[in-house]
């Protein structure tokens, strides 16, 4: 039973434009809910990560939005830039261990 | 302030061969964690190390195993590879307090089983 559902697979964006990644989980006691980016070759990075108590977290062109009574939450990419094609995982768990979705592959084009 | 890493990054052995990967958290991290990432079934929570007392363990066979030492570093053991395993492996440490729940990533253990 997969934990979180994240979509879509894959996203093609240009240059400047929003890139937006939703995910969604099962499990009402998840309490913490981080996104990472991972390029080839290299192990994920935390990007940005929310807890259920606030709505929306903005961290430069990063914002994420969280819904808690839809058991949704989403990752926005303002002005999307071609060093940010990579793939971006969604999380969400209660600390001690996270269950990932399966991941968006990011292109953006110049 | 040094990050995560794993030793080795590259390895291959055969079906039936055990394997040990090993991991060294951030400077003051307590909390390692462990996850295996293939293309088909993503990134899956293996098993979670705390003060050297395994905290929290994934859906995985028992030939999955781990430990930690007292300073932190932490090892994960697979025992009669399976071609199945062949994937990268991942450790990620956490600190405590405020950024308890931050996990942060190193840059895996490519293992291939032949």
């Known amino acids: 039973q997969q934990q979180v559902k994240q979509s879509p697979q894959s996203l093609i964006v240009q240059k400047g434009g929003i890139s937006i990644i939703n995910c969604a989980y099962e499990?009402?006691?998840?309490?913490?809910f981080p996104w990472y980016q991972q390029f080839p070759g290299k192990g994920p990075a935390l990007l940005i990560a929310?807890?259920?108590?606030?709505s929306e977290k903005k961290e430069g062109r990063f914002t994420i939005s969280f819904n808690k009574s839809a058991k949704q939450f989403s990752l926005h990419i303002m002005d999307s830039q071609p060093g940010d094609s990579a793939t971006y995982f969604c999380?969400?768990?209660?600390?001690?261990?996270?269950?990932f979705g399966k991941g968006t592959s990011l292109l953006v084009t110049p | 302030k040094a990050g995560v890493t794993q030793t080795p990054r590259y390895l291959i052995k055969t079906r039936g061969q055990q394997v040990t990967l090993s991991c060294s958290p951030i400077?003051?991290?307590?909390?390692v964690s462990w996850y295996q990432q293939t293309p088909g079934q993503g990134l899956q929570f293996l098993f979670e190390?705390?003060?050297?007392?395994?905290?929290n363990k994934g859906n995985f066979p028992g030939r999955f195993s781990g430990r930690q030492f007292s300073n932190s570093r932490s090892e994960m053991n697979v025992s009669t590879l399976e071609l199945g395993d062949s994937a990268l492996y991942l450790c990620?440490?956490?600190?405590?307090?405020?950024?308890?729940?931050?996990?942060?990533f190193g840059p895996g253990t490519r293992l291939t089983v032949t």
């Open positions: 990620a440490s956490r600190g405590a307090g405020g950024g308890r729940y931050e996990q942060y």
């Open positions: 499990n009402t006691a998840f309490d913490y």
């Open positions: 929310i807890r259920p108590d606030v």
């Open positions: 999380a969400a768990g209660t600390g001690y261990a996270l269950n």
């Open positions: 400077s003051g991290h307590r909390s």
């Open positions: 190390y705390f003060s050297e007392t395994q905290r």
